[in-house]
């Protein structure tokens, strides 16, 4: 049951460049979309959302797209740092009362090169 | 800015064990979650936790595994009985009363080893 699916495993991106992760979703009823990334030996470090009636939201070197007729979202990081090299996870989530799960996608490893 | 912290870092057991994982959320937030990730794998959810009751759980989270807030600041996962294929990093992460969009925050996990 692949709600949310990272189709890939790694990127490498020169200094400076542009990175452009991808995610896809099967659930229409997500209603928002998480960013994280995570060191080894760390747990997951929140980076950016988005609500599903956006298209668009940025922070930063941030920028995370929604396509919901697609059903896929981005993140775009630029420019590219070093300390950027980690691995991404696009998560999701049907927010309501209570405690709601957060579904995960496999991840993407991104190495920025120097 | 406040921190989930887990205690311990690592945990190595033999087959059949309990093991008793322990995590203190931020102290303002009300629910609670307990995720796994295998290595090289996804992290998976396994089980939310509000008002002292389990709001839902995956399928993972069979009889062996419980939860429990005994003192109003720990919230722990037990196994009853480990298998090797429980080994793991586990991260306990918290959110608080009115929700950030879904954002939940994550402590640094306990890595799980079963021997």
């Known amino acids: 049951d692949q709600q949310v699916k990272q189709n890939s495993p790694s990127l490498s991106v020169q200094e400076g460049r542009i990175s452009i992760l991808n995610c896809d979703y099967t659930?229409?009823?997500?209603?928002?979309f998480l960013w994280y990334k995570k060191y080894p030996a760390e747990g997951p470090t929140f980076l950016i959302s988005?609500?599903?009636?956006?298209d668009k939201n940025e922070d930063g070197r941030f920028t995370v797209f929604l396509n919901k007729s697609a059903k896929h979202l981005s993140l775009h990081i630029v420019p590219s740092q070093p300390g950027d090299s980690a691995v991404y996870f696009c998560?999701?989530?049907?927010?309501?009362?209570?405690?709601?799960?957060?579904?995960f996608g496999q991840g993407t490893r991104l190495t920025i090169n120097p | 800015e406040p921190e989930v912290t887990q205690t311990p870092s690592h945990q190595v057991t033999q087959m059949g064990q309990e093991v008793i994982l322990r995590c203190v959320p931020i102290s303002n937030h009300l629910y609670f979650y307990w995720y796994r990730q295998i290595l090289g794998q996804k992290v998976e959810f396994l089980v939310s936790?509000?008002?002292?009751?389990?709001?839902?759980k995956s399928e993972i989270f069979d009889d062996q595994f419980s939860v429990e807030r005994p003192d109003g600041s720990n919230f722990t996962l037990k196994i009853r009985s480990t298998k090797l294929e429980d080994s793991a990093m586990y991260f306990c992460?918290?959110?608080?009363?009115?929700?950030?969009?879904?954002?939940?925050?994550f402590g640094p996990g306990t890595r799980l080893t079963v021997l």
């Open positions: 936790f509000y008002n002292n009751e389990i709001s839902e």
């Open positions: 659930n229409s009823m997500f209603d928002y």
């Open positions: 998560a999701a989530t049907t927010y309501a009362q209570g405690a709601q799960k957060l579904v």
């Open positions: 988005i609500s599903s009636i956006k």
């Open positions: 992460a918290s959110s608080p009363p009115r929700g950030l969009h879904g954002r939940q925050f």
